[in-house]
DNA sequence: CGCATTTTTGACCAAAAGGTCAAAAATTGG
DNA sequence: CCAATTTTTGACCTTTTGGTCAAAAATGCG
């Protein structure tokens, strides 16, 4: 008999199981939360064991390497804070186009700020883990992108900006309400940040970037 | 005799040796650049006192554990977090006095990126280590400067805004120089960020800033 | 049902790392 | 120069933790 691969989980893009799924997905979402709170080093594989209710011998079984299933949750955050980027578009008015990035990004924080968190922590600490997926998939992005927003000012839609430190500056303002989110609970006296927050949060960021770059 | 605290460098706050004196400075040094790259958990006290040139034991003679360390990190850090802030007075005009804010933030950024990323990754976990302090000592010193800012939109000074988010704003804006300075040197396709950049990030973070708060 | 495949896990292992300790080395003060 | 004090460190201990493995349990299928 040929000397094959069995065993663990299909190796290729092949289908999953139904148990497949289920698991894989659990141990995603636990290990999400863990590494958030903890970092990479600081996470441990028996508590995302122990969250996604499976032994951590099991775990191991379907992701094989603690880093592996980090570079997992990793390549799901990154693929999900990028879509909303791709979104912007040249035939749309830069104020309205602005305003959805900003309100989108700023719910993404209030909905997933473990996601945002893990993605912080690896950036960092210097994007050990996907450095080079950056560079092949988000400044190709991001250079398009900029084209853009040079088009608008050009057409006199808005003030001369550099069209990359106006991103870095969206970036930071929307996503600090996930990665230091606590800070802002503790200087506005409350243990979280609510639902209220985040709509002041976007309203504030919204006007302050759309007046500040003469989008209106 | 009586039973007394011997050894250990002075419990009180009592004179240095100039040994001490050397000494704990090389070992703080080399604990923020470690804490920086690596986390708290993540960070390893062998290599920390490598960097400083010592033994590990000789390290522990100095900080009697990896927290207490980090702890000491994390209050020199956040000690001079607070400088700038404290200079912002009711008596400038607001433009001049978030510009200097702004630049000095960034300049910080510039020069001090360990020290933020440290101050990064403790709030990014929740503040464990540090939660209490902010609640006591940030939170009173941004109720005061949200007073003054207030004023000055009471004085038609500047247009309504949360005095709050203004503030959650600027730090992101300055900070993420330092913190996710990685990120930005990828998406600009360089190495590392040059001076020029952060010349070129305080110019654009200053006008947003002004312009989007009727400063100017 | 019975055999093959997949899934699950307890028991182990080895390396990493925080921390202790006693003794040696260096420094200081008289 | 000598004794007391401070500083330094190698050796060692213990706990934690990522990862392995063989065997059991569950599942799927003809």
Do not use: C
Not at 13 to 27: D, F, L, M, P
Not at 163 to 168: A, T
């Amino acid at each position: 008999m040929p000397v094959q691969a069995k065993k663990r989980p299909r190796e290729q893009g092949v289908s999953k199981t139904r148990i497949q799924q289920i698991n894989q997905a659990r141990i995603l979402d636990a290990a999400e939360e863990v590494f958030a709170h903890n970092g990479f080093r600081g996470a441990v594989l028996e508590r995302i064991a122990e969250r996604a209710g499976i032994s951590k011998a099991n775990l191991l079984y379907y992701f094989k390497s603690k880093k592996i299933l980090y570079e997992a949750v990793l390549q799901h955050t990154v693929e999900t804070w990028l879509v909303p980027l791709e979104a912007l578009d040249a035939a749309d008015e830069p104020a309205a186009a602005f305003e959805r990035y900003i309100r989108i990004k700023i719910e993404h924080s209030r909905i997933h700020p473990l996601a945002s968190k893990v993605w912080a922590n690896e950036l960092i600490h210097g994007a050990p883990h996907i450095g080079q997926y950056l560079k092949r998939r988000l400044k190709p992005l991001i250079d398009e992108k900029a084209r853009i927003i040079e088009g608008w000012i050009k057409q006199g839609k808005m003030a001369p900006v550099d069209p990359y430190h106006l991103f870095f500056i969206i970036w930071a303002a929307t996503q600090t309400y996930a990665d230091f989110g606590n800070q802002a609970a503790i200087v506005k006296g409350k243990a979280q940040l609510t639902k209220q927050d985040f709509e002041d949060a976007a309203d504030t960021v919204t006007t302050i970037i759309l007046k500040g770059t003469g989008m209106i």
